[in-house]
């Protein structure tokens, strides 16, 4: 990767909780009666692609006018559409391990379920994973690891040398790899950062301190802070694009939300940069939980939809992910409202790629929303919003990582990187991977997206295409 210049080395006391109960729930209370007029001037502030404040937020969370909700509809595909345009990014979760010794009240996972088959891959069952996703077409990985001793970093980095160095035919190969695994200290994420990890990710589940230490029964989990410092500590240690989230469903949807925004802006303070992607997970039934199958605080999906939205103006430079736990037609929906990553073809247990069940109940994390394979997915996105299947991966290796990539994000030439890179790599995979179907439609909004670029810009991709179509791999600006 290229170098730029190192993070601010972070100033924080780890033993302060920065989210402010009292400062959130007044947020809300001051907010609890929006007029139609102060909601359309904060959406006129966030076209300026400026981000909002918490109190903006919250005014927004409350709006009761549903006319006005299409309006913030409108706001953030604009936003959206002119920070990302209309590339969406790919990649597949890869559970390596559930083997957890945290007891979580709301999570498959839970040590105390011992009903859960237990397994820890193999380097040999790694590598066939990645076969088979490669064998898919995916280039980005996220790898999921139980909170388990046994999954400490030494092991983790060795599953991730493991899982860059597999080659399929037809180039196949992992060219970023994200981590979702147990907050370390600065010594192991240091360590951890020796893998060359893309994001780092941990959600902080609830950000609501009484309920956190009521849904998590033992294990290190149960010490809140700790967690809530992770993304300090590994910044700390150099890793430069990290990846917060709540579990939407444990507390109050709009203190849930408004504390991601503390979170965000911590960051931005102690370390220079927020986080590099936002995801939004709603409890899903998980077996063993009885939490999982009537949360205490269920959201509807006209709520969530309006939390995507928010998010969106609120922290406008932010990838925001949402995954398979989501149906097919709400995520269509989810996609036009500001969310620039989505995962595909997921499964949720290890080893569960290789395996010919379609869901194995007794294996995985939580229940699936969303069965489609990669390629119908893909001719979805095509077909349904005419959006661009991205695979690239270009930032991470050109080091447009963290304050670099949100520099350039900022100044919104990050679209002068990403939709041709986007093309290039979509294109790969229409020549590789894609059914015939989706090779035809994927290459009919490939040339409707060329015909869109400068003269000079389209003349430099359709020559990287015209070397994907020789032979040639993993081509990017």
Partial sequence: ???????????????????????????????????????????????????????????????????????????????????????????APMYISNHCANSCSYCAFNADNHELKRKTLKQDEIRKEVEVLQRMGHKRILAVYGEHPRNNVDAIVESIKTMYSVRTDKGGEIRRINVNCAPFDVADFKTLKTAEIGTYQCFQETYHQQTYESVHLKGKKKDYLYRLYAMHRAMEAGIDDVGIGALFGLYDYRYELLALLAHTFQLEQDCGVGPHTIS????????????????????????FKRIIAIVRLAVPYTGLIISTRETAALRKELLSLGVSQISAGSRTYPGAYQDAQIEQIDAQQFTLGDHRSLDQTILDLVNDSESVPSFCTGCYRKGRTGDHFMGLAKQQFISKFCQPNALITFREYLNDYASEETRAAGNQLIQQELDKLSPSRRKNVIACIDKTDEGQRDIYL
């Fill in 1 to 91: 990767m290229s170098a730029h210049p190192p993070l601010k080395t972070p100033q924080y006391d780890p033993t302060v909780n920065f989210i402010n109960d009292q400062a959130i729930w007044q947020m809300i209370d001051e907010a609890s009666a929006p007029t139609k007029e102060q909601v359309i001037a904060i959406l006129n502030k966030a076209r300026l692609c400026e981000g909002l404040t918490m109190q903006e937020a919250a005014i927004l969370l409350q709006n009761q006018d549903k006319e006005v909700d299409q309006e913030l509809f409108k706001v953030a595909r604009e936003i959206k559409d002119t920070i990302y345009g209309n590339r969406i990014v790919l990649f």
């Fill in 280 to 303: 939004f997970p709603r409890i899903e039934p998980a077996q063993g939980s009885e939490i999982s199958e009537a949360p205490p605080y269920a959201i509807d999906d006209e709520r």
